[in-house]
C-alpha cells in the first residue's frame, strides 16, 4: 500500500522560510516521479497546482512563481523528498501535498489530476504579512 506522509508544514511571517518534507513507502521509489502541489484558500481539489517536481534522475521543475524562492530535492536511499521554501509570501498559503506519479516531473506539474497519482494527506503552510 502506497503512503506518502508529509510534515513541516506551520505559520510563518513574509519573508521567512519552511522546510517540508515527505516520507513514501509501499513503492519503488525511482519508478515515480515526486512533486509538491498546493491547494489554495477557496479553491477546489480539482484546482492543485504544480508547485515543484524531480525526477528519478534528479531533474527539476519549478513553477514560474517559485522560481528563486522554491528548491525541490530527494533522498531516495531514505525515500523522502523535500521542498525549500525561502522569502515566503502571503500568496503561497495553502495546503501542501506530496505527490508521486508517473509521466515525468513537467507533464505532472502541468497536467496531473487529484484523482490520478499517489497523494498525500496534506501539510498547511499559512504564511502572514
Known amino acids: 500500500q502506497v503512503q506518502l506522509v508529509e510534515s513541516g508544514g506551520g505559520s510563518v511571517q513574509a519573508g521567512g522560510s519552511l522546510r517540508l518534507s515527505c516520507v513514501g513507502s509501499?513503492?519503488?521509489?525511482?519508478?515515480?516521479?515526486m512533486g509538491w502541489f498546493r491547494q489554495g484558500p477557496g479553491k477546489k481539489r480539482e484546482e492543485r497546482e504544480g508547485?515543484?517536481?524531480?525526477?528519478?534522475?534528479?531533474?527539476?521543475n519549478l513553477l514560474d512563481s517559485v522560481k528563486g524562492r522554491f528548491t525541490i530535492s530527494q533522498d531516495s536511499a531514505k525515500n523522502t523528498l523535500y521542498l525549500q521554501m525561502n522569502n515566503l509570501e502571503p500568496e503561497d498559503t495553502a495546503m501542501y501535498y506530496c505527490?508521486?506519479?508517473?509521466?515525468?516531473?513537467?507533464?505532472?506539474?502541468?497536467?496531473?489530476?487529484?484523482?490520478?497519482?499517489?497523494w498525500g494527506q496534506g501539510t498547511q503552510v499559512t504564511v502572514s504579512s
Open positions: 509501499g513503492y519503488t521509489w525511482s519508478y515515480y516521479s
Open positions: 508547485v515543484a517536481g524531480i525526477d528519478s534522475d534528479g531533474t527539476t
Open positions: 505527490v508521486a506519479a508517473r509521466g515525468g516531473s513537467e507533464w505532472i506539474l502541468r497536467h496531473l489530476k487529484a484523482d490520478f497519482g499517489y
